[in-house]
């Protein structure tokens, strides 16, 4: 038995031991604060400065349009707070579009905003994650300040059609400078096309730690003449959009891991798919009744997402004696897994609470071997036989309760 | 001559060896996600909630009383707009009371409240940077939502009667709930008491950059009950008052390096008191002219700032030639380094636009010896002597355009 199979990546991924010893110095002898008005301060500017250029390259952008934040948590709030803040005497009541599929980041503060008396149109998708572009097109209005929508759902995978989106937004502002169009690219940085003038949007959310980088790093694209203020002030640093101490270590590390992310990609996104391919090709000749839930189609999802139902089996039972073997893995996205509440994101696919409870997401990563998935695929049937024995078909009291 | 002569700590710090070692495994091969519900994520969590363990016990605080954020900007700024958020409907026009003294990490956020509509009391503080607790007095009201005073300045290093105002503040509210205070301890950390119930504070701010951990880390202390809502929205985490993915390994770091500061703050004190006390005696005896800014009283302040006015000389080009020499100082704080308006600080004692552009910082730090500061006295003069040469004594025409 494997020491550990580690395939929860789309809550978190291992940092790369090239971005571990490219952020080394910076833990170290380059400890200056790149405010400072000396030399150890700007040996830390220096480094923080060809970071944004590591990255503004990758994307294809201006240096000046890369802001770097805490989180993607943090970027996607800045990315809505602050477009909204903007709107203020434009509109007599700002309208947002969203989809239903979104991570907690883009959810919550968007929440915030229909309390505050924006109006927030939540668009459906369909039982394999996918927005309808009429539906979109039907709900655009000129009160329309902000569309956020995410790249690769972080539960199932499902790709939208950001370009299409892109084109239709821009033909519909004309000159006008709102709606603009933000998108959450946090799970699809390790898979998909990056660059914004491919995909059309005026801000874009990268995270760091999905990509193989550290934790406690992030950024957000911000297209030049984006009207947008900050959710943090103090300092001015981030080109007054973000202030804070720059966290140079981390910023280091981040550009180093996009920039290994883009040379791998297509490698990865080949061997995923293949793995992706045998595992679950494997899997349904054990379990007739497993359903894989997400697209079906490559073109429609990232590949290192595959999310399960298995009927009757509580996830969390699952999960435990999965964990007991050394397979990790997770149910809907990390943040939510304290939760009762089932995932929202498979339920607006149509799984019942049932469906939803009994589903698990295994997570790829560039780590990840046809032997640790093998692996898995000769536990699973054991481990669900034994969560047959243990509990009845129907869910447990207790897991309501917890 | 040395390497280089640091004495920028009061704008940061290197990290403690220690407290990279202690950083390391989490970097490494503790990676999981303290939401996934797997070990991996379990070993992050315990982490995590062992590092929250132990900044509690020396703050003497409840776990749960221990936000970490990523910078103290924006602990500050989750302190400040989270508390004014919940005084909607309470009082018709909220009110703050704070000092012209604070960090631009108070002083932004409070603009912004006062750009919403609340009233912004600014108290003023004498020549040795002092506030006056019957000004104070005055301005306490029934409408008065958030006290915001920090407890040792970062230029001049002044401290405040944190625990005298919350004596005053308790007195005053009875069973009210408002007026909230809150302290920017950042700078006092690593030199002062940091029990909360001695200090008698309600809400405090903690920088782990500024005691030898690691940049992208800080904690905001909010005693238990006090009414506040985030600022950044998302899957929940920290109790629900800061959600994005916790940064473990800084975390872990800061805990460390909170501890250690902890348990060398008297010894670090009587070092720097001394070391401060045989700079300024020996560079009396060579600069007849030059004003030391900031209180004379041990009592007043903290020991590791030295703040001083060289009459005539431009700090730009003091530090320019310094630096050249190795010796990293700064001008004000290093947030504003970039500012061509002279320190608020500086002006809010009373030096002129003149005065203040003439005046540099020398932070001491753990890793600061006598032999480091006689190098630097014996420098002093002749750069000083070699500006004089270069430049007429009023200051430069280019100073102002850049």
Not at 193 to 207: E, R
Not at 287 to 307: A, L, M, T, Y
Request: hydrophobic share 35%; with cysteine; charged share 25%.
């Amino acid at each position: 038995m494997p020491k550990e199979i580690y395939l929860d990546n789309a809550a978190t991924t291992p940092c790369d031991p090239k971005v571990l010893k490219e952020m080394g110095p910076f833990f170290g002898e380059i400890y200056g604060n790149p405010s400072s008005f000396n030399d150890s301060g700007r040996k830390a500017r220096k480094a923080l400065e060809d970071a944004r250029e590591k990255i503004a390259r990758i994307l294809g952008a201006k240096n000046q349009e890369v802001i770097f934040t805490s989180s993607a948590t943090e970027a996607n709030n800045l990315a809505i707070f602050g477009i909204i803040k903007t709107s203020k005497g434009i509109v007599a009541q700002p309208q947002v579009i969203t989809t239903k599929i979104e991570h907690h980041s883009v959810l919550e503060p968007i929440k915030k905003l229909e309390e505050y008396g924006a109006k927030i149109n939540y668009l459906s998708v369909n039982k394999e994650g996918l927005i309808d572009l009429n539906e979109f097109k039907k709900v655009l209005t000129p009160e329309t300040i902000l569309i956020s929508i995410i790249y690769a759902n972080n539960e199932i995978g499902s790709l939208q059609p950001i370009k299409k989106l892109a084109k239709i937004i821009k033909e519909f502002k004309k000159d006008s400078e709102y709606p603009y169009f933000h998108t959450d690219a946090s799970q699809a940085a390790s898979h998909l096309d990056l660059k914004v003038n491919n995909l059309g949007v005026d801000l874009m959310t990268l995270s760091s730690h999905k990509i193989y980088g550290p934790k406690g790093v992030a950024a957000l694209y911000i297209k030049r003449g984006t009207k947008i203020e900050p959710i943090i002030y103090g300092g001015g640093q981030e080109f007054g959009l973000r202030s804070a101490t720059e966290t140079v270590p981390l910023i280091v590390g981040f550009a180093k891991a996009l920039e290994i992310t883009n040379s791998k990609r297509q490698i990865t996104n080949n061997i995923q798919e293949k793995l992706r391919e045998h595992f679950i090709n494997e899997l349904k000749k054990n379990f007739s009744s497993v359903k894989i839930n997400g697209p079906e189609n490559p073109k429609d999802r990232v590949p290192h997402i595959i999310n399960l139902t298995f009927p009757g089996i509580e996830n969390e039972q699952l999960l435990l004696q999965l964990d007991k073997r050394g397979i990790w893995a997770s149910a809907g996205s990390a943040c939510t897994s304290h939760e009762i509440e089932p995932s929202h994101v498979l339920t607006a696919i149509g799984l019942s609470k049932e469906a939803s409870r009994s589903s698990i997401r295994f997570s790829l990563g560039r780590q990840t071997t046809k032997t640790g998935l093998d692996y898995v695929l000769k536990i699973l049937p054991k481990v669900v036989k034994k969560i047959e024995k243990l509990y009845p078909k129907n869910l447990k009291k207790h897991y309501y309760a917890r």
